[in-house]
């Protein structure tokens, strides 16, 4: 009777112990995902824009070695490097919910 009872508390801790690094993978895409999303929004974009009404002409105009220009080039890197970190980690995070819902059928 004891290992019976044992037995219906372990298995349902096996179960989610079985699921558990693929629920940290898919947690962890989320919070790369919301943190890129978070730094490229209110921390690249607001520069960017701060950037830009400092601007009397459009910066396609700027030379090159405007200090001015670097700075934007350098922002619009960071812009869609972060862009990309937060688009695979949403592709990942897809695929393993994905994968999960497919498991449990």
């Known amino acids: 009777?004891?290992?019976?009872?044992?037995?219906?508390?372990?298995?349902?801790?096996?179960?989610?112990?079985?699921?558990?690094?693929?629920?940290?993978?898919?947690?962890?895409?989320?919070i790369v995902l919301s943190a890129a999303?978070?730094?490229?929004?209110?921390?690249?974009?607001?520069?960017?824009?701060?950037l830009r009404l400092t601007l009397s002409a459009p910066i396609d105009q700027l030379t090159l070695n405007d200090p001015r220009r670097i700075s934007f080039d350098q922002l619009h890197n960071y812009s869609v490097k972060a862009l990309a970190i937060a688009m695979i980690a949403a592709f990942i995070g897809f695929i393993m919910v994905a994968l999960r819902g497919r498991a449990s059928k």
């Open 1 to 30: 009777r004891g290992d019976r009872a044992a037995g219906v508390l372990l298995v349902p801790l096996q179960q989610f112990f079985d699921a558990l690094p693929a629920f940290l993978i898919e947690e962890t895409c989320f």
């Open 37 to 50: 999303t978070a730094v490229g929004n209110w921390i690249i974009a607001a520069r960017l824009r701060a």
